[in-house]
C-alpha cells in the first residue's frame, strides 16, 4: 500500500488503461499498417450486411481501411433488410448513408438498403432463404449467372461459360462468416447466401479462378469479444497458427486457370489505430443514434470489432 492507502493493485488498475492506450498510439504513429493484399486494393469491393449499423458495429476497421484514396477501391455497401423490427426503418436508412460516408464511402448512392420484409424481415427469430440472397447477389453483380428456363438455352449458356469463364460486375464482397459474430440469424444467412451466389457463378466453370473473393468477418469467443485492442496479439496468434495448419495437412488449394491468387491473402487483418477507431464510434454515435441504447455505449468502448477485423477467404 502507497502512502495514501491506495493498494498498490489498485494502482496498477488505474494505470492499466492509460498504459495499453499509449502503446497503442505509439505502435500506430511508428508502425505504418501493412497493405492489404493485391485482392483488396483498386478493385470494386460490396459489404454484404443486414441491418442498417451492421457497418459500423462490426466492419468499422475494414471499411476505414479499404476506403483509404491511396488503395484505388470503389468500396459499395449492400444491406438486405432496413431493420424495421421497432418500426424504425425510414430512419435506419437515412442513419445508414451518413454513418457510410463517416466511414469513407465516396457518395450516398453507394449505399443501398433492401426493404422487402416478405424476403428479409428482421428480428432473432426470422430465418431467410440463402437461395433467395444469392438471387438477389446475381441479379446485382453477376447477371449471367441466372439460369434460364429453357433447357436447350440452358445448354448453349453453359457451353459460353465454358469457353468465356465466369463473369461479376464486383471483385470483391465481404460479410459475415457463419457464425454471424452475434449468432444473430440474419447474419448467418448472408455467409449462406453468399456461398450459394458464388457456387451458382462457378457453376459450369470448372478450372477457372472465381472472379469474386468472398472474405469473411471471424467470429470469436465471447471474452476476446470485449477484450478491445488488447486482442490484437492473439488474433495474430491464431492466425498464423491457422497458416501453418493449413499448409501441413495441405487444405490450400492451388490457383486455378483465369486470376492466379495463391496463398498470399488467405486472411486479412485490419486494426484500426485511434483516428480510425473514433471514425467508426463517431459512425454508430452520431449516425446511429435511433440504436445508442446503453449496452450499445459499452460495445464502442470495449468491443474488439470496434479495433480489429479479422477477415478470412473462403474457398469457393
Known amino acids: 500500500m502507497d502512502s495514501r492507502g491506495l493498494p498498490a493493485w489498485a494502482a496498477y488498475l488505474l494505470l492499466a488503461p492509460i498504459i495499453v492506450l499509449g502503446m497503442w498510439h505509439l505502435n500506430s504513429a511508428l508502425i505504418p499498417p501493412p497493405p492489404p493484399p493485391a485482392q483488396l486494393r483498386q478493385k470494386r469491393i460490396v459489404l454484404l450486411i443486414a441491418h442498417p449499423d ?25 444491406c438486405l433488410s432496413s431493420g424495421n423490427a421497432d418500426g424504425l426503418g425510414e430512419t435506419r436508412k437515412k442513419e445508414l448513408e451518413v454513418a457510410a460516408s463517416k466511414l ?32 438477389v447477389l ?3 453483380f453477376a447477371p449471367d449467372a441466372q439460369l434460364p428456363e429453357a433447357g436447350e438455352k440452358t445448354q448453349k449458356r453453359q457451353k459460353s461459360k465454358d469457353k468465356n469463364g465466369p463473369r461479376a460486375t464486383i471483385d470483391a464482397l465481404i460479410t459475415f462468416d457463419r457464425h454471424g459474430i452475434s449468432s444473430h440469424p440474419n447474419h448467418i444467412a448472408l455467409y449462406h447466401g453468399a456461398k450459394t451466389f458464388l457456387t451458382t457463378l462457378m457453376r459450369d466453370h470448372s478450372g477457372y479462378s472465381c472472379p469474386i473473393t468472398l472474405y469473411t468477418l471471424q467470429s470469436i469467443n465471447i471474452l476476446r469479444k470485449y477484450s478491445f485492442v488488447l486482442d490484437v496479439l492473439p488474433t495474430y496468434f491464431t492466425g498464423i497458427v491457422s497458416d501453418v495448419v493449413a499448409g501441413a495437412t495441405g487444405k490450400r488449394k492451388p490457383a486455378k486457370k483465369g486470376i492466379s491468387k495463391g496463398n498470399k491473402g488467405d486472411r486479412v487483418l485490419f486494426v484500426s489505430d485511434i483516428t480510425r477507431y473514433l471514425k467508426g464510434r463517431d459512425a454508430m454515435v452520431n449516425a446511429h443514434k435511433s440504436q445508442m441504447v446503453w449496452f450499445r455505449h459499452g460495445w464502442i468502448s470495449i468491443g474488439r470489432y470496434m479495433v480489429v477485423n479479422d477477415l478470412k477467404r473462403e474457398d469457393v
Open 138 to 140: 446475381a441479379q446485382a
Open 54 to 78: 451492421d457497418e459500423s458495429m462490426f466492419f468499422s476497421p475494414t471499411l476505414t481501411r479499404l476506403t483509404d484514396p491511396a488503395l484505388g477501391n470503389h468500396v459499395k455497401i449492400l
Open 104 to 135: 469513407g464511402l465516396r457518395k450516398r448512392e453507394d449505399v443501398f438498403v433492401m426493404d422487402e420484409p416478405s424476403r428479409f424481415k428482421d428480428g432473432m427469430k426470422e430465418r431467410w432463404d440463402d437461395k433467395e440472397i444469392a438471387k
